[in-house]
């Protein structure tokens, strides 16, 4: 499902938020606060965290894409900061709703099973294995 709806003053947004509960109201009503038009919410996925983030190691991550006037979003990052239940956030403009991340995009990433992994050529799968002579023969390609 790709938009792509921008009027003069206002962008799309997308708000990428880590919450306490499984409960994206504190975000909404902010969002509502700045007469912001949500396009589209996605449902909550529960995620485990690799470090604790005010000793959570589980949080709810919630994304929504939505448009609103630019001069409001420093305020609405401003107020996300300290909305109860609101763990981490980030806004960002995308230019349409749906448009993959860059972050993932410019690194090749892309999921597979449940993970994120790269996908780079020439990249062996897990079963096979590199004899010493091979190991020498690119070893000996790389130094010259």
Do not use: W
């Not at 909404?28 to 996925?45: F, G, H, K, N």
């Amino acid at each position: 499902m790709e938009q792509h709806i921008e009027s003069n003053n206002e962008k799309i947004y997308e708000i990428t938020a880590l919450l306490r509960d499984e409960d994206f109201s504190p975000v909404r009503q902010l969002l509502e606060t700045y007469a912001a038009r949500i396009m589209e919410e996605r449902p909550l996925e529960k995620t485990h965290l690799s470090y604790p983030i005010l000793k959570e190691r589980f949080v709810f991550q919630g994304v929504c894409y939505f448009t609103m006037p630019e001069a409001s979003v420093a305020r609405l990052q401003n107020d996300l900061r300290f909305a109860s239940g609101v763990l981490r956030s980030m806004v960002r403009s995308v230019k349409r709703v749906g448009a993959k991340s860059g972050a993932n995009r410019g690194l090749g990433l892309h999921r597979e099973a449940g993970r994120l992994s790269g996908s780079r050529e020439g990249r062996r799968s897990e079963g096979q294995v590199l004899t010493n002579e091979a190991l020498e023969k690119k070893i000996e390609e790389i130094l010259q």
